[in-house]
């Protein structure tokens, strides 16, 4: 079963606007990481947060980690088309192996 | 070399026919995992390597599948008597595990899509 789960499952916003997604998961975990898929092919690892970090920030992302709920959230400022894909979030658990959550799609129009 | 490297990168099979997918890891990494993605979900976790520890495949769906990683690098991922289900794309990633989990993501390569007519 997944650890993670996104919502929304899907965004659509204009070029220069904020997305924001969020990710819950259910057990205690060492790290949380967020990737891109672009045409459902492989991912890119975008930022990872430590269990005992809150906020991280990298350029136009910024990443929350709410260990007391179990949840964390991606924000991509100033959208371009080019952000356009699916985004998961993943999580480290004990023995190193990374669950990944259902996705969201995010659709930038320009 | 520079990334994860998968081969081939479509495969398209028969029904009942055994195929193999492979995995080029980065180098130096000591921990290599195998998803499986059906079209529009997200990552099925399959089996996880971590040198010369047993690998976990908890996550692996049949008899069917099976994996090995030789010399601690490449590494085959096998599935047996293909069914119309297995038709996904198949991802490997690998990273330094242990200090590399906690600190550095995953690597993955882009994936073998694997069609069973």
Not at chain 2, 76 to 104: H, K, P, W
Request: some cysteine; overall charge positive.
């Amino acid at each position: 079963s997944q650890q993670g789960e996104e919502d929304p499952q899907a965004l659509s916003i204009q070029e220069g606007e904020n997305a924001t997604m969020n990710c819950s998961y259910k057990t205690s975990i060492n790290n949380l990481q967020w990737y891109r898929q672009n045409s459902g092919r492989g991912l890119v690892h975008l930022i990872l947060i430590r269990s005992n970090e809150r906020e991280k920030h990298s350029g136009r992302l910024r990443v929350t980690l709410d260990t007391s709920k179990k949840s964390s959230s991606l924000l991509i400022t100033a959208s371009r088309a080019a952000d356009t894909a699916s985004y998961f979030c993943a999580t480290v658990a004990a023995g190193n192996k990374l669950t990944f959550g259902g996705g969201t799609r995010v659709l930038v129009k320009p | 070399g520079a990334g994860v490297s998968q081969s081939p990168s479509n495969k398209v099979t028969e029904k009942g026919k055994d195929v193999e997918l492979r995995c080029d890891p980065i180098s130096g990494h000591t921990a290599l995992y195998w998803y499986r993605q059906s079209l529009g979900q997200g990552l099925e976790f399959l089996i996880y390597f971590q040198g010369n520890s047993a690998p976990d495949k908890s996550g692996l769906p049949s008899d069917r599948f099976s994996a090995e990683r030789t010399g601690g690098s490449v590494s085959t991922l096998t599935i047996q008597r293909t069914q119309q289900e297995d038709s996904a794309v198949y991802l490997c990633a690998s990273s330094l595990a242990g200090t590399g989990s906690f600190n550095y993501g995953y690597t993955f390569g882009s994936g073998t899509r694997l069609t069973v007519v």
